[in-house]
């Protein structure tokens, strides 16, 4: 599913070139689930947008679904990120003047997805996270966890391939983002390949695979054997 | 994405009425401004028609050069016959003499109405721009040759003698005599004008006038040039021929009166040409300022909407999809502004046009209107005008960078 090569990422800033990404290699099978582990400034953050095809490597190869993605011109790195990857954020990042049923469709609209058949699949994904009754509450209304699994629910939209969570569960009390964590693992299991960028040791111990991340490079990766994501 | 674009609006209903409103009102006061700019212009210029157009009027007066054996100070009195002298001369496209009697009574029964009585010959018609009421005519070259009691009643003298009833055919006494009324004139305005309203006098024929008051002597001859910068060519054509027949030297200017209408017009012409300068200066500025509002408040909603920019892109929005909203926005708003105020502008001036405004402003002002022409022309360059405002916006939302706005809190 993913296929990191010798990537690099650097920013240029006033008085020094900072190197965010050193020479990571990194492979993901389709249906596998990560957490990618480290302090602040160790790079996660950057390795989680550049598989969510936000950001581009100064040097490396990408390859998502075997497709080459790494030299793609920006507005086909949007519709592959349209179609293929979906985004979990830790403060939710739903848009306020919308409601629940209009956050979800947002990809697709970016997608062409007609109006109807955006409504229709909105409400799919609301029922399918507990949200069916809320669709039409705007986030305001909605407690941290309806808001995150709304966001979640957005994320899974144009049933992507690639489930990108950046600290899901940070903004949530424990017991709601235990709750938080279920649904993407119960996701994880139904085949979508899972990566969360955490710095939760707890929560990064509930997923079968941990990627630890220091000064830019692949500190560790520890993989459980006894379980399996597909079970 | 024009539900997208709408729902951003509305979300920011309070700034994008406030932007709206400006644009309202400035093309509402845009569009008056050229409706009324446009408006007056034609009026005027057509008020200033009403007097004849590249007129001079020549009379006789005394030289103040002795010339010919005759000494400095001898009256110079022009006669009938001069006007085809003036209407042979290169300059000139016309000339006819008019004889005017001052303060004259005619009565219809026991009406009465006082103004000057106009002797002159058909040409006069043509030359000061005298228009009939269906039904009638000035008067003829038959007129002239029978010496033919038959008038032409300006305006008001025709009210005032019969009233709301048809003058034409009916009998009017001018110097004692009954005069059948051939025709009548129309209740205009005019800019400039001698001896009084024009709608004021009565016009008979110059030969009917010779043989009832017994005065030969014209009062002046009106020339036409052929051209409004035929003036000072005119003036020395005028000055030789005349000077010629009545032995005065033609370089003594005094000897004749000659009085120059085309230096009014061209005063007229500075006045409206200024006035639509001036116009299309204010309008530019209103135009200007309208798109300036647009393009600052698509630009301040840019930059409180960048958390938002940056998670479309990352949820897949693509170039277009970023920058059509601020574009189509700023469209819309002016759009919508300016088709609200053309229409207010539309329906005012509706109001304004069922006002019983005398003529004499109407002359002047005319009868102002939005035009569908104009409005849609305002409203298309208004929508062009905040596309291209929502353009610098809207290249700044593409550069929004999704991982720094995501980030920040």
Same mark, same amino acid.
Request: charged letters at 15%; a neutral charge.
């Given at each position: 599913m993913i296929e990191l090569r010798g990537i690099g990422k650097e920013y240029a800033q006033a008085s020094a070139t900072v190197r965010a990404l050193v020479d990571v290699d990194l492979d993901v099978d389709a249906g596998e689930a990560l957490a990618v582990l480290g302090p602040s400034g160790s790079g996660k953050s950057t390795l989680l947008h550049l598989l969510g095809l936000l950001e581009t490597p100064t040097r490396g190869t990408y390859a998502l679904g075997g497709r080459a993605v790494s030299g793609l011109a920006p507005d086909e790195l949007a519709r592959v990120r349209n179609r293929e990857v979906g985004f979990v954020f830790q403060r939710f990042h739903l848009v306020p003047r919308l409601d629940a049923v209009e956050n979800v469709a947002l990809p697709m609209r970016f997608g062409s997805v007609g109006r109807r058949d955006r409504r229709r699949r909105a409400l799919e994904l609301l029922d399918e996270v507990g949200l069916a009754e809320r669709a039409t509450h705007r986030p305001?209304?909605?407690?941290?966890?309806?808001?995150?699994?709304?966001?979640?629910?957005?994320?899974?939209?144009?049933?992507p391939r690639l489930l990108l969570a950046d600290e899901p569960t940070g903004a949530l009390d424990q017991?709601?983002?235990?709750?938080?964590?279920?649904?993407l693992l119960g996701l994880n299991r139904g085949g979508t390949t899972l990566v969360v960028v955490t710095h939760d040791e707890g929560l990064a111990a509930r997923l079968p695979r941990q990627v630890r991340m220091l000064d830019g490079r692949v500190e560790r990766d520890d993989r459980r054997v006894q379980s399996s994501p597909q079970a | 994405m024009l539900s997208w674009i709408l729902s951003g609006l509305w979300a920011d209903r309070v700034r994008t009425g406030l932007v709206a409103l400006g644009v309202l009102w400035?093309? #509402?006061?845009?569009?008056?401004?050229?409706?009324?700019?446009?408006?007056?212009?034609?009026?005027?210029?057509?008020?200033?028609?009403?007097?004849?157009?590249d007129l001079m009027r020549v009379a006789g007066a005394a030289t103040t050069r002795p010339s010919r054996g005759f000494p400095a100070g001898r009256s110079i009195g022009l006669e009938a016959g001069d006007e085809k002298l003036l209407a042979s001369l290169p300059s000139v496209r016309g000339a006819v003499l008019e004889h005017n009697l001052w303060g004259r009574t005619y009565r219809v029964g026991d009406a009465r109405h006082t103004g000057t009585l106009v002797g002159t010959q058909p040409g006069f018609a043509d030359l000061r721009s005298r228009r009939v009421r269906p039904g009638g005519r000035f008067l003829s070259e038959r007129d002239e040759r029978?010496?033919?009691?038959?008038c032409y009643l300006g305006a008001f003298a025709a009210r005032a003698l019969f009233g709301s009833a048809d003058p034409i055919g009916r009998e009017v006494e001018v110097l004692g005599t009954p005069f059948r009324v051939v025709g009548v004139g129309p209740d205009e305005v005019q800019i400039s004008n001698y001896n009084g309203d024009e709608r004021n006098k009565v016009y008979i024929p110059a030969s009917t006038y010779r043989a009832l008051t017994g005065r030969r002597s014209p009062s002046f001859f009106v020339v036409g040039l052929v051209a409004p910068n035929a003036a000072d060519a005119a003036s020395a054509e005028i000055l030789g021929a005349l000077g010629a027949r009545y032995g005065f030297d033609p370089a003594d200017t005094?000897? #004749?009166?000659?009085?120059?209408?085309?230096?009014?017009?061209?005063?007229?012409?500075?006045?409206?040409?200024?006035?639509?300068?001036?116009?299309?200066?204010?309008?530019?500025?209103?135009?200007?300022?309208?798109?300036?509002?647009?393009?600052?408040?698509t630009w301040v909603r840019v930059e409180e909407s960048r958390r938002e920019i940056g998670l479309a892109v990352a949820l897949g929005a693509r170039r277009r999809h970023v920058m059509t909203p601020p574009i189509a926005e700023a469209a819309l708003v002016a759009l919508g502004g300016g088709a609200i105020g053309l229409?207010?502008?539309?329906?005012?001036?509706a109001l304004a046009g069922m006002l019983d405004v005398p003529l004499e402003v109407r002359a002047y002002l005319?009868?102002?209107?939005?035009?569908?022409?104009?409005?849609?022309?305002?409203?298309?360059? #208004?929508?062009?005008?905040?596309?291209?405002?929502?353009w610098i916006p809207a290249r700044r939302a593409a550069r929004v960078d999704p991982m720094v706005v995501l980030r920040e809190e």
């Open positions: 305001a209304e909605l407690s941290g966890g309806q808001q995150q699994r709304v966001a979640i629910a957005r994320a899974l939209a144009l049933r017991s709601v983002g235990s709750e938080i964590l279920e649904l | 400035g093309t #509402l006061g845009l569009a008056s401004l050229l409706a009324f700019g446009g408006e007056m212009l034609r009026a005027t210029s057509g008020t200033a028609r009403n007097f004849g157009v029978e010496e033919r009691r038959v005094a000897a #004749l009166e000659i009085q120059d209408y085309t230096e009014m017009q061209r005063m007229i012409g500075a006045i409206l040409g200024g006035n639509r300068a001036l116009t299309a200066l204010v309008g530019l500025f209103g135009f200007l300022v309208a798109a300036l509002g647009v393009a600052n408040a229409g207010l502008a539309a329906v005012c001036f005319g009868d102002p209107r939005v035009s569908l022409a104009l409005g849609g022309g305002i409203v298309g360059l #208004l929508a062009v005008a905040g596309a291209v405002s929502g």
